[in-house]
């Protein structure tokens, strides 16, 4: 390659960036709901019942000050509940408000209008390489 050429974008930047764009659509649908960046895969981790808040860290590979400034943001907005574990009382677990319930199926849809904009294009077989391509996590261990 002469000093000349570029080196091609990697793909954990082409990767990073559709990230930042996908969040980006998701603000604006999801902001008339008060709901800000990463506040939504919360409440989805919550949608089949309450978990331990150190049980939703590791489903969404958050730590767990995050899931705590999460999560008090969340309860600040009607959306959560926080409430002691009957079993130990060391432990928070946190449970969707029916406030917070009602928010899923505009998430959902916002969720979808994205994923209708990547596969805009893409032919079956495209997508079908893409889903094998993301049907494990590449690299991921625990932090």
Same mark, same amino acid.
């Given at each position: ?18 990230? $930042?764009?996908?969040?980006?659509? =998701?603000? +604006? !649908?999801? /902001?008339?709901? #008060? ?7 919360? %409440? ?28 008090? $943001?969340?309860?600040?907005?009607? =959306?959560? +509940? !926080?409430? /002691?574990?009957? #079993? ?7 449970? %969707? ?47």
């Amino acid at each position: 390659m002469s000093g000349a050429e570029a080196a091609p974008p990697l793909w954990g930047v082409k990767l990073a960036q559709l990230s $930042k764009r996908g969040s980006q659509f =998701l603000n +604006e !649908r999801l /902001r008339l709901w #008060g709901l800000g960046t990463g506040l939504h895969p919360y %409440l989805l981790a919550l949608a089949d019942g309450g978990l331990h808040q150190e049980a939703l860290s590791q489903l969404l590979w958050v730590d767990k000050a995050n899931t705590a400034r999460a999560v008090a $943001k969340l309860e600040a907005m009607g =959306l959560v +509940e !926080r409430t /002691r574990d009957h #079993g130990d009382a060391r432990l928070k677990r946190v449970e %969707l408000t029916e406030r917070g319930r009602g928010l899923l199926k505009p998430i959902q849809a916002a969720l979808e209008a994205w994923e209708a904009v990547l596969r805009e294009g893409l032919s079956e077989a495209e997508i079908a390489a893409l889903d094998r391509f993301f049907s494990f996590d590449k690299g991921k261990e625990a932090s």
